[in-house]
């Protein structure tokens, strides 16, 4: 072989195999591609794929015949196909106000009517109710705290039934307790000893009292159990020596509370200190008080439920997993979640559409409101920054005279698609629309779409200076129910990829622009000034009903409580004035001497003379002694007059009783002091410690 002849062989070969080795990262890219968009589909929430029994339009049911008998990555599609089409109300076509695909003039400056794409997944009615819970859609804080909300309710729910068949079984629990013999503390006597400090245990306690007629016992309960929700709240601090006074004094910093806890403790104090009888009027009066003030958790739980919706709501636009658009199959959720998997930043646009800064790729729908402004913008944006302008099915494309293009009905009934770019591409789209020339003549462009044997144009990419313009017949293309059939995810692709190179996409749709600019337009449109105008005007009713302050507001003094060494001292000062310490000690010898005689005197004789010996024997002192003193007590005690009185002996006759000299004074000290010494050497048995 001449070297000539080798030199053409190897030309040959390197060749074949530069092509053998581009259709291979051809297909490696179409399996990425295919892998993707199973991956997308595999999500329950696009039911489409996996309910059989999903309600498909007349429009989606076009595609039926392309996905044929099975379906790898919409494995449930073939089946819902085999039933029959149903008529779905969109209600969203006309529930937007009269703005969505219109400007300001009333018209479509896209062209035309917009397209109906079929109705959301949260318009699609099924045949039957179904109740799901979809998560799917919340922040992962919002799921969290919705869980937690829903096992503190189950908890809550068990928790009273179980409380309920205790109380059932109460009764039956206390005869048994009745008839047994009585061992150690009762039942009562312990109860009081266990400080209850759980509130709905309190309150269901301070009822079960009322049933039994106990309604003194009942109030107490209820009043400890709005002590306790106070101070578990940090309002107050239960404390053995603070009173009930001290108790509304710490609610001064709020005054609603202060009034609430004022009127509830008069009534209490009423029956605690005999000026009300305990009833059931005055115990329903109390509570009726104190359970709106304990019950407060409804409140936070409201709170918490609130701000788990406010949590849980997710931006509407952007791809991926965090999207809230329309997973239904004429939706684009999946266009979108596949974009983004192949690496592009894909999203759905949300605010009004202008120009981009930025090269870009712009998939424009049916139904998007863009004006004649816009439009020429857009092209310029396209010319200049090298952007990318997907028109996707628009029923009469804009600026005819850049383009030179218009949407015609297409005769081809064949639903398959060639791509003059790539041989091996099987893309299908359901009859429809083709595009001609202005004057009716085929599109000739750089890349081109064609349909069936006719050859009918389906789709054109044309430059335009920088950038390019596509253009395609049908916007079915741009939907989520497309990514089932063979390459048609490819095709999308494949049109986005041409040089310039596009990493971000932005789908504009009918949604694009009619949100809200301020917060004045968005009250507007929600028609809320009449709601808002009376909320308004009810807090002026409620500024005029409470009043306003005509001078600066001051928290009132705190008042100090006084200590009960501070009373003793006040009432030994008072006996100092009225001179009446042979009084003093006389009501003092009054009550030792009983003491002593319980403590000591077990002989059964009566008089001074066996307490005398007794005491004796027990201090170790002389009896003569023991018994002096014991004599001047009882003669202390013979002096005394009625407890009523600060006066001597004499203020019973009608005369001034006699001052009594310094050392009498200190002579009754003395006996004052004999006695209690008695008292501490005699000791105390546990009775007489409670009754101290």
Same mark, same amino acid.
């Not at 297909?27 to 589909?41: G, I, P, Q, T, W």
């Not at 269901?204 to 929700?229: F, Q, S, V, W």
């Given at each position: 072989?001449?070297?000539?002849?080798?030199?053409?062989?190897?030309?040959?070969?390197?060749?074949?195999?530069?092509?053998?080795?581009?259709?291979?990262?051809?297909?490696?890219?179409?399996?990425?591609?295919?892998?993707?968009?199973?991956?997308?589909?595999?999500?329950?929430?696009?039911?489409?794929?996996?309910?059989?029994?999903?309600?498909?339009?007349?429009?989606?049911?076009?595609?039926?015949?392309?996905?044929?008998?099975?379906?790898?990555?919409?494995?449930?599609?073939?089946?819902?196909?085999?039933?029959?089409?149903?008529?779905?109300?969109?209600?969203?076509?006309?529930?937007?106000?009269?703005?969505?695909?219109?400007?300001?003039?009333?018209?479509?400056?896209?062209?035309?009517?917009?397209?109906?794409?079929?109705?959301?997944?949260?318009?699609?009615?099924?045949?039957?109710?179904?109740?799901?819970?979809?998560?799917?859609?919340?922040?992962?804080?919002?799921?969290?705290?919705?869980?937690?909300?829903?096992?503190?309710?189950?908890?809550?729910?068990?928790?009273?039934?179980?409380?309920?068949?205790?109380?059932?079984?109460?009764?039956?629990?206390?005869?048994?307790?009745?008839?047994?013999?009585?061992?150690?503390?009762? *039942?009562?006597? $312990?109860?009081?000893?266990?400080?209850?400090? /759980?509130? +709905?245990? !309190?309150? &269901? =306690?301070? #009822?079960?009292? %009322?049933?039994?007629?106990?309604?003194?016992?009942?109030?107490?309960?209820?009043?400890?159990?709005?002590?306790?929700?106070?101070?578990?709240?940090?309002?107050?601090?239960?404390?053995?020596?603070?009173?009930?006074?001290?108790?509304?004094?710490?609610?001064?910093?709020?005054?609603?509370?202060?009034?609430?806890?004022?009127?509830?403790?008069?009534?209490?104090?009423?029956?605690?200190?005999?000026?009300?009888?305990?009833?059931?009027?005055?115990?329903?009066?109390?509570?009726?008080?104190?359970?709106?003030?304990?019950?407060?958790?409804?409140?936070?739980?409201?709170?918490?439920?609130?701000?788990?919706?406010?949590?849980?709501?997710?931006?509407?636009?952007?791809?991926?997993?965090?999207?809230?658009?329309?997973?239904? *199959?004429?939706? $684009?959720?999946?266009?979108?979640?596949?974009? /983004?998997? +192949?690496? !592009?930043? &894909? =999203?759905? #646009?949300?605010? %009004?559409?202008?120009?981009?800064?930025?090269?870009?790729?712009?998939?424009?729908?049916?139904?998007?409101?863009?004006?004649?402004?816009?439009?020429?913008?857009?092209?310029?944006?396209?010319?200049?920054?090298?952007?990318?302008?997907?028109?996707?099915?628009?029923?009469?494309?804009?600026?005819?005279?850049?383009?030179?293009?218009?949407?015609?009905?297409?005769?081809?009934?064949?639903?398959?698609?060639?791509?003059?770019?790539?041989?091996?591409?099987?893309?299908?789209?359901?009859?429809?629309?083709?595009?001609?020339?202005?004057?009716?003549?085929?599109?000739?462009?750089?890349?081109?779409?064609?349909?069936?044997?006719?050859?009918?144009?389906?789709?054109?990419?044309?430059?335009?200076?920088?950038?390019?313009?596509?253009?395609?017949?049908?916007?079915?293309?741009?939907?989520?129910?497309?990514?089932?059939?063979?390459?048609?995810?490819?095709?999308?692709?494949?049109?986005?990829?041409?040089?310039?190179?596009?990493?971000?996409?932005?789908?504009?749709?009918?949604?694009?622009?009619?949100?809200?600019?301020?917060?004045?337009?968005?009250?507007?449109?929600?028609?809320?000034?009449?709601?808002?105008?009376?909320?308004?005007?009810?807090?002026?009713?409620?500024?005029?009903?409470?009043?306003?302050?005509?001078?600066?507001?001051?928290?009132?003094?705190?008042?100090?409580?006084?200590?009960?060494?501070?009373?003793?001292?006040?009432?030994?000062?008072?006996?100092?004035?009225?001179?009446?310490?042979?009084?003093?000690?006389?009501?003092?010898?009054?009550?030792?001497?009983?003491?002593?005689?319980?403590?000591?005197?077990?002989?059964?004789?009566?008089?001074?003379?066996?307490?005398?010996?007794?005491?004796?024997?027990?201090?170790?002192?002389?009896?003569?002694?023991?018994?002096?003193?014991?004599?001047?007590?009882?003669?202390?005690?013979?002096?005394?007059?009625?407890?009523?009185?600060?006066?001597?002996?004499?203020?019973?006759?009608?005369?001034?009783?006699?001052?009594?000299?310094?050392?009498?004074?200190?002579?009754?000290?003395?006996?004052?002091?004999?006695?209690?010494?008695?008292?501490?050497?005699?000791?105390?048995?546990?009775?007489?410690?409670?009754?101290?």
């Amino acid at each position: 072989m001449s070297r000539r002849a080798r030199l053409f062989a190897a030309l040959i070969a390197l060749s074949a195999g530069a092509l053998l080795a581009r259709d291979a990262r051809a297909e490696d890219v179409e399996e990425n591609v295919h892998f993707s968009v199973r991956d997308v589909l595999e999500d329950d929430r696009y039911r489409f794929c996996h309910e059989d029994d999903y309600p498909l339009t007349p429009e989606e049911h076009a595609w039926c015949p392309i996905i044929a008998g099975s379906s790898d990555v919409c494995p449930e599609l073939p089946a819902a196909c085999k039933l029959p089409p149903v008529e779905l109300s969109r209600s969203a076509a006309s529930g937007r106000g009269g703005r969505g695909g219109r400007d300001a003039s009333g018209k479509h400056p896209a062209g035309g009517p917009p397209t109906d794409r079929g109705p959301s997944e949260d318009e699609r009615r099924r045949p039957w109710p179904e109740m799901r819970v979809d998560l799917s859609g919340m922040s992962f804080f919002a799921s969290a705290l919705f869980i937690g909300l829903l096992v503190v309710f189950f908890g809550g729910v068990i928790h009273a039934l179980l409380k309920n068949l205790l109380r059932d079984r109460a009764p039956a629990d206390e005869a048994k307790e009745e008839k047994a013999p009585a061992r150690g503390p009762t *039942p009562e006597e $312990t109860a009081r000893r266990e400080v209850e400090t /759980d509130v +709905q245990r !309190l309150l &269901a =306690r301070a #009822r079960t009292h %009322a049933a039994r007629g106990d309604h003194a016992r009942a109030i107490d309960d209820a009043y400890a159990a709005l002590l306790r929700r106070l101070d578990g709240d940090g309002l107050i601090e239960i404390h053995p020596s603070r009173t009930n006074g001290d108790y509304v004094r710490s609610l001064r910093e709020r005054p609603d509370l202060k009034g609430a806890m004022r009127s509830i403790v008069r009534d209490v104090e009423d029956v605690q200190f005999g000026v009300t009888p305990p009833s059931e009027p005055v115990f329903r009066a109390v509570m009726d008080r104190v359970v709106p003030l304990v019950s407060r958790a409804l409140a936070l739980a409201l709170v918490a439920f609130g701000l788990s919706a406010a949590l849980s709501c997710t931006p509407h636009g952007g791809g991926g997993d965090e999207g809230g658009g329309d997973r239904s *199959p004429s939706g $684009t959720q999946a266009v979108l979640e596949v974009l /983004d998997e +192949q690496g !592009l930043k &894909a =999203r759905r #646009r949300g605010e %009004a559409l202008t120009a981009p800064d930025r090269a870009l790729a712009l998939v424009v729908l049916p139904g998007a409101a863009i004006d004649d402004a816009t439009w020429r913008d857009l092209f310029a944006w396209v010319r200049g920054k090298g952007g990318t302008l997907f028109l996707a099915g628009l029923p009469r494309l804009p600026d005819e005279v850049e383009l030179g293009l218009r949407v015609a009905q297409d005769a081809e009934t064949s639903t398959a698609l060639a791509a003059d770019w790539s041989s091996g591409l099987r893309a299908s789209l359901p009859p429809g629309k083709r595009l001609v020339e202005a004057n009716g003549d085929e599109p000739e462009d750089l890349y081109m779409i064609f349909r069936g044997e006719s050859s009918s144009t389906a789709g054109v990419v044309r430059r335009l200076g920088e950038g390019k313009v596509v253009v395609v017949a049908d916007d079915r293309l741009v939907s989520n129910v497309s990514l089932a059939a063979p390459d048609n995810a490819q095709l999308f692709l494949d049109l986005l990829r041409f040089a310039p190179y596009a990493t971000e996409i932005e789908i504009v749709d009918e949604w694009t622009g009619v949100g809200a600019e301020t917060p004045f337009e968005a009250v507007r449109e929600a028609n809320l000034w009449p709601v808002i105008a009376q909320l308004f005007l009810l807090l002026a009713l409620l500024y005029l009903w409470k009043g306003s302050a005509f001078a600066r507001l001051r928290d009132p003094p705190a008042a100090g409580r006084r200590a009960f060494a501070d009373h003793a001292r006040a009432l030994g000062l008072a006996y100092r004035r009225a001179r009446a310490s042979r009084h003093a000690a006389g009501l003092y010898a009054s009550w030792a001497l009983d003491r002593l005689r319980e403590r000591v005197h077990r002989s059964g004789r009566r008089g001074l003379i066996p307490l005398a010996e007794a005491i004796a024997a027990r201090t170790g002192r002389p009896e003569a002694e023991v018994m002096r003193v014991l004599v001047e007590a009882s003669g202390a005690r013979e002096d005394a007059v009625p407890a009523s009185s600060l006066r001597g002996p004499e203020s019973a006759r009608g005369a001034r009783p006699s001052p009594r000299a310094r050392d009498g004074a200190a002579a009754d000290l003395e006996l004052v002091r004999e006695l209690q010494g008695f008292l501490d050497a005699t000791g105390q048995r546990t009775s007489d410690r409670k009754t101290t």
